[in-house]
């Protein structure tokens, strides 16, 4: 069975950080391209920051120089830590593993979300 388990979301002040976190499993973790996307009222759903098996980084314009995506393959886990928060940074932010290649539809999977909240 296919889990992607996030972590590390809540409230914070404009300006401030937090670290996401992303536990993988039943999958093989390191053959997989993974990312961090976000969703907020209203909006679609966006990209905020994907990395390859080859460390090959994709940041969304409104998150590049603030934010880093970071995989761990001996642990199964990706990381985003934010920093310098908007509140325009508000969403719930999901996690997502997607096997490249003609069979990348197939093998798609997300996690149920974490709220991240920035506010004053």
């Known amino acids: 069975q296919v889990q992607l388990v996030e972590s590390g979301g809540g409230l914070v002040q404009p300006g401030g950080s937090l670290k996401l976190s992303c536990a993988a499993s039943g999958i093989p973790f390191g053959i997989y391209v993974m990312g961090w996307y976000r969703q907020a009222p209203g909006k679609e759903r966006e990209l905020v920051a994907s990395?390859?098996?080859?460390?090959?980084?994709i940041y969304s314009d409104s998150v590049r120089g603030r934010f880093a995506i970071f995989r761990d393959d001996a642990k199964n886990t990706v990381s985003l830590q934010m920093d310098s928060l908007k509140p325009e940074d508000t969403a719930v932010y999901y996690c997502?593993?997607?096997?490249?290649?003609?069979?990348?539809?197939?093998?798609?999977?997300w996690g149920q979300g974490t709220q991240v909240t920035v506010s004053s």
């Open positions: 997502n593993a997607n096997l490249a290649g003609p069979k990348s539809t197939r093998y798609n999977y």
């Open positions: 990395i390859t098996r080859g460390n090959n980084m």
